[in-house]
Nanobody, 125 residues
Framework: VQLQASGGGLVLAGGSLRISCAAS????????LAWFRQASGKEREFVAA????????EYGLSVKGRFTISRDNAKNTAYLQMNSLKPEDMAVYYC???????????????????WGPGTLVTVSS
């Protein structure tokens, strides 16, 4: 599977933004999808994950209650709805895919099946 994130941009603190992850291939629904982010000078961190059929989700502690991950398998696309954005949410956001449900918070990110190029989210205060 090949992934492409899009939809990043500039948003004011307190605002909302939805970013997308489009996938190629006919096996999209067999992959669990996850979002990670990397702020300047920091390590890449887990944001959210969703199972192949959408029945299971998991969120990083810093975004829980503000971000929502979803997917539309008919469109081969996953989404990350980000509300109540804070300056500390500013980062490059990456989507990743894996055939197995992983321990997302502590995973060795290099072991995931696929990564897409990131999309930059800038939050202005």
């Amino acid at each position: 599977v090949q992934l492409q994130a899009s939809g990043g941009g500039l948003v004011l603190a307190g605002g909302s933004l939805r970013i997308s992850c489009a996938a190629s291939g006919r096996t999209f629904s067999t992959y669990n999808l996850a979002w990670f982010r990397q702020a300047s000078g920091k390590e890449r961190e887990f944001v959210a994950a969703i199972s192949g059929n959408g029945s299971a989700t998991e969120y990083g502690l810093s975004v829980k209650g503000r971000f929502t991950i979803s997917r539309d398998n008919a469109k081969n696309t996953a989404y990350l709805q980000m509300n109540s954005l804070k300056p500390e949410d500013m980062a490059v956001y990456y989507c990743a895919a894996d055939r197995y449900w992983r321990n997302w918070m502590s995973i060795n990110q290099g072991t995931l099946d696929a990564w897409g190029p990131g999309t930059l989210v800038t939050v202005s205060s």
